[in-house]
């Protein structure tokens, strides 16, 4: 019951918070032109090769997509760094943890609140983004749902370590820490994709080092390979990261990530005084 | 007449509680005992511990040392919660919640049903005399607004012990005087108050006992009709007062002290005054003025606790 009502305080509380309604105004107008620029694409576009036409477009539509997950990385992050640690010095827990909940309840809560408001701001602006490529320019997105679910995965991860940061920092040293962490995570990337490309094993251990670290964006270039066509994958032609594609044994060891992460807030947050 | 302690009649009990913030002792050895059905009210100078005593039984913080029992069972545990109110010093929730979506959310926290909130909310919200607000957001709540919301929602579950700190911090008089009803129809109901503040006047007019924290230390407990019926300052001015008199009148009042021509001290009642008025004619003591004073509150803090204690 407890975990229901904090779910369901913190969805509202989210809801209405600033920053999130201009994350959806910002990937509203960030659809919009993307709608647009697939539409001159789309008609401008003269490539008999159908293949060749259908390659470009995805590509355009992996590029949308990635643009998506970046807005939803900060958002994620500023919308859950003040949760615990905002609460804490407004005083506003006080009243909370003294009813009859325990404090598992509250943290849970939260996160079920925030998760929920997550999975919607996903399903809006990346579904956005794969119904318009897919709607003007007939572009389809290979394994979609898959490609999705990494990426709402990447944000829960994100939303874990920030929680985690929120019982231990202060709400700005708490957004600054998790972006520097996911900043490592998508320098790494690069390095390890440049590395990949030019056969440079030392670069490439780099990325690994630094998804290891935070594995955020080895989730997104998982799902950039598992979305883009299958042509791109064979002849490694997108310029999102390709060359070195995160393995399976990367996501299980982030969903092992997410999943300590998350104990560890909620035993940081059962233990920590209020 | 004092109760004798026993577990079934305590409502809170600690025991050499503690806390310690890196090299910062908040809370040295607290050693409190409330009764049920009691006000009681926790006294001390700024940075005497109070706060993060209170925090403790609420279980918000984790004392170094000590224990400390709630209603029968450690602090903080889940089920006691359940049968305690509190006021934060600073009471705040969600801006964007009306008044009575704020007391809805704290009742489904203490796991009430809906129709009983739908009972008990209005009555409530009539009580600390917000029903004319009860539509309107908290953000535009005054600090008063805002504490009497607070105080219904630390009544809302019918509360057997009640923590109410600071509870007239930026109430009017009206106000002032709500919270002191409040207090004394939660002590006829058979509840249980713990009442933190720096009014004393409020303390003088609500509780029935006091307890003294310096220091991080309870350093005296007392019932207070009695203390303030009972003990009396008493000003003399005299001459012919031999230094052999007034160290045998030292040995029958407390805190003597001179000041020119007249001296100072404490009797424990005003029934004492007779014996130390005879003993000093007795003494060939020329009296020309006793002025008998009952002690307030605030003086008995003063003597307790020190002038400067919180500093």
Known sequence: MGTRVMAGVTFREAARKKVLWMAFIAGAGFLAVFGTGMHFQATGLHVSNQAVRHQILNTSVILGLYAGDLLTILMTILIAADTVSGEIVSGTIHAIATKPITRRQILLGKWLGFMGMLTVYIFFLLGGVALLGYVIGGATVEHFWRGLGLVWLESILLLNVTLVCGTAFSTLASGVIVLGMHGVAFLGGWIEQIGAATHTQGAVNVGIVASVLMPSEALWRRAAFEMQSPLASVLNISPLGTFSVPSRIMIVYALIYLLVALGLALRRFRLRDL | ?311
């Open chain 2, 1 to 311: 007449m004092q109760q004798a302690p026993s577990s079934t009649n305590l409502a809170i009990e600690t025991r050499m509680l503690g806390k310690t913030f890196g090299s910062k002792v908040a809370v040295r050895a607290l050693t409190l005992e409330v009764f049920r059905g009691e006000v009681f009210g926790f006294l001390g100078p700024n940075g005497a511990g109070k706060s993060t005593s209170i925090k403790m039984m609420l279980g918000l913080i984790a004392p170094t040392r000590g224990q400390a029992l709630v209603l029968g069972s450690p602090a903080g545990e889940v089920s006691v919660r359940r049968k305690i109110g509190f006021l934060p010093e600073h009471f705040r929730f969600y801006e964007w919640l009306t008044a009575e979506e704020l007391l809805r959310v704290h009742g489904r926290l203490y796991g009430m049903s809906k129709p009983k909130l739908g009972q008990s909310i209005p009555g409530l919200l009539n009580e600390v005399g917000l029903w004319p607000h009860r539509d309107k957001r908290v953000r535009d709540f005054s600090k008063g607004m805002m504490q009497r919301l607070g105080l219904a929602q630390a009544l809302l579950n019918e509360p057997d012990l009640i923590f109410l700190d600071e509870p007239t911090s930026g109430l009017d008089p009206a106000g002032r005087k709500m919270v002191r009803d409040i207090i004394k129809a939660q002590r006829d109901r058979g509840a249980t108050v713990f009442l933190n503040s720096h009014l004393l006047g409020e303390v003088e007019a609500t509780c029935d006992r006091v307890g003294f924290i310096k220091d991080g230390e309870v350093v005296e407990t007392r019932r207070l009709g009695a203390l303030i019926e009972g003990e009396v300052t008493v000003s003399i001015r005299a001459g012919n007062l031999s230094p052999e008199t007034l160290a045998m009148l030292a040995q029958r009042v407390s805190s003597l002290k001179t000041n020119g021509d007249g001296v100072t001290f404490y009797i424990p009642s005003m029934d004492a005054l007779p014996d130390i008025v005879r003993f000093l004619v007795g003494k060939s003591v020329d009296l020309y003025e006793v002025t008998p004073q009952r002690l307030s509150l605030e003086d008995i803090f003063l003597r307790i606790v020190g002038a400067d204690g919180g500093l």
